[in-house]
């Protein structure tokens, strides 16, 4: 009986397990099984490889073909396992040189005609190779430059089976190469919006660099056409380049996602998700077969993600939120086992006051009976509401404003300033669990606070009064934090607590 082996990787969540790919074959009626395969994927690789062997001109063995994916206990899924498997059977056949095959990781999906299709995961698929010690990686060749980025991978890229096998000593012609295209300037990722463009809105703008400052969760409640989309989709322009860790993981998550041009190099921006309010909880959580796709709480990852007309979000996918917010991750149950993502982003919610969006300041010209206007906002449930520390009205700017106002602050400017807050805030953090004031837990805010017990009298005040709860007190005292750290403040002084109060001004929402 002759053997063929070679690896391929079994992505699960963020991780990859090396998995031992062997063939057997045995001078026996023909066949051809695949041992332990429980994904239809995986399954219809067979069909996938067969075809690919044929007609790349390799000749299809006449034998009993086993071939075993080993440890069985591992869940495989995707297509991405066809290569390796048919180069351990060519090895087997002695096609191919066994001794070239064994050590080597292969990668990608099989087209009918030999040619080798990209795979999602490669990059996490590959720095799992290398970890465990098995650098050599055969993939597609659409998928090398995302593999190049993985330090250490010795990388081998492929166009087809044929060109594979015959790396691997098969006994053909050379195989012809398509001429790559010529590489172009890398991607021009959208332009991220600029701030200048927000005219007046003083407090919005606040709240949204104070938001960026300090990592705090965001609601923003408003008519329409006040400017909440547009000052959502400028604060990740004011967030700061991804440290080296942050952003190999989030090229893994948006790799794994399908949402990743390798051309462009590493992702170093913070992302920005803005899923619409039909969207399914997997399409914000993560789902699907074979192997998960990371949903839109997860391509947020390091970044923001933002959900406009928040309220209009059904239930079940607000719920599915908590995880994240707890946690920073979401796990996926699979038969196989849980996939996890990490999810750690910020929330920037965008909401009308009311169904028909008149309910604004004395809220006159709102038409809703109170019911439709409780029932609109007990959709974002305190649970939700409990983790946003700044909650703000944006008014709309009105015509003769915009005319007599010249353009706002640049984002530049602003993401200076946040990138010194950040810096203060990495500086009393270190050797905490925490990186930003928003992950603070309250008692450690309270106890850092010192002794000045003057400056929690306005908050006494207010939680007597009943206009705070406790918890709303922490959120104050998270925004003041970063208000301190803004202004390059050792602490809070009782200012930073007064304006800490006025950036809830929707505090009767959640309080
Ligand atoms: N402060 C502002 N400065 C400049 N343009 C504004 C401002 N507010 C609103 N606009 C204009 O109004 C449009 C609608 O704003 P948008 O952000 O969609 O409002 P909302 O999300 O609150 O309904 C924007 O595309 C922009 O052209
Ligand atoms: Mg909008
Ligand atoms: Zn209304």
């Avoid at 063995?61 to 994916?69: A, K």
């Avoid at 899924?77 to 351990?88: K, N, R, Y």
């Avoid at 923003?220 to 990740?236: F, I, S």
């Avoid at 039909?278 to 959580?285: L, P, V």
Wanted: proline share 9%; aromatic share 2%; hydrophobic share 45%.
């Amino acid at each position: 009986m002759a053997l063929g082996r070679t690896l391929a990787v079994s992505p699960l969540g963020m991780s990859g397990h090396l998995v031992e790919v062997e063939a057997h074959l045995a001078a026996s009626v023909p066949g051809f099984t695949l041992v332990g395969l429980p994904d239809t994927a995986l399954a219809e690789s067979r069909d996938r490889v067969r075809a690919a062997i044929t007609s790349s001109g390799l000749g299809w063995p006449q034998r009993r073909i086993t071939v075993n994916l080993s440890p069985a206990s591992l869940p495989k899924a995707g297509s991405g396992f066809d290569l390796a498997i048919a180069v351990a059977m060519l090895a087997g056949a002695g096609v191919v040189d066994a001794s070239r095959t064994a050590g080597v990781v292969h990668l990608g999906e099989l087209a009918l005609d030999g040619r080798l299709r990209p795979v999602r995961g490669v990059l996490p698929a590959v720095s799992a190779a290398v970890a465990a010690g098995r650098p050599r990686v055969v993939v597609p060749e659409a998928n090398a430059a995302e593999a190049l980025l993985v330090p250490g991978a010795d990388v081998v890229a492929a166009q087809t089976l044929a060109e594979v096998a015959f790396r691997h000593g098969a006994d053909i012609p050379r195989p012809e190469r398509t001429a790559a295209p010529p590489p172009g300037p890398p991607p021009e990722r959208p332009p991220v919006p600029d701030l200048a463009d927000v005219l007046g809105q003083h407090e919005a703008r606040a709240a949204l660099e104070v938001a960026a400052a300090g990592g705090h969760h965001l609601l923003m409640v408003g008519p329409p056409g006040a400017g909440k989309t547009m000052l959502a989709a400028r604060m990740p322009g004011l967030l700061p380049d991804l440290s080296d860790d942050d952003a190999v993981e989030v090229t893994a998550v948006h790799s794994v996602a399908g949402t990743f041009d390798p051309a462009g190099g590493l992702l170093r921006r913070p992302p920005f998700e803005d899923p619409h309010h039909t969207a399914t909880a997997a399409a914000i959580i993560g789902g699907g077969s074979g192997v998960p796709r990371p949903g839109a709480a997860s391509r947020a990852h390091r970044g923001v993600l933002f959900m406009d007309e928040a309220p209009e979000f059904s239930p079940g996918v607000l719920q599915t939120l908590r995880q994240p917010l707890e946690h920073g991750e979401l796990v996926i149950q699979r038969a196989g086992g849980a996939a996890r993502y990490p999810a750690r982003f910020q929330l920037v919610l965008a909401a009308n006051p009311c169904p028909c969006g008149k309910a604004v300041g004395k809220g006159l010209g709102c038409v809703c009976p109170p019911v439709v206007r409780r029932r609109y906002w007990s959709r974002l449930s305190g649970p939700l509401l409990d983790r946003v520390d700044l909650q703000v009205e944006v008014h709309a700017v009105s015509r003769v404003q915009i005319g007599g106002t010249e353009a706002g602050e640049a984002t530049d400017a602003v993401a200076a300033r946040v990138r010194s807050a950040r810096a203060r805030q990495a500086e009393r953090l270190a050797g905490t669990p925490w990186r930003t004031n928003a992950e603070v837990p309250g008692h450690w805010l309270r106890a850092s606070l010192g002794a000045d017990r003057s400056l929690m009298a306005d908050l006494d005040r207010a939680l007597d009064r009943g206009a705070l709860s406790l918890r709303g007190v922490d959120r104050v005292l998270r925004v003041a934090w970063t208000l301190a750290d803004l202004a390059g403040r050792p602490t809070p002084r009782r200012s930073d607590i007064g304006q800490g109060l006025l950036l809830r001004t929707r505090g009767q929402v959640s309080a």
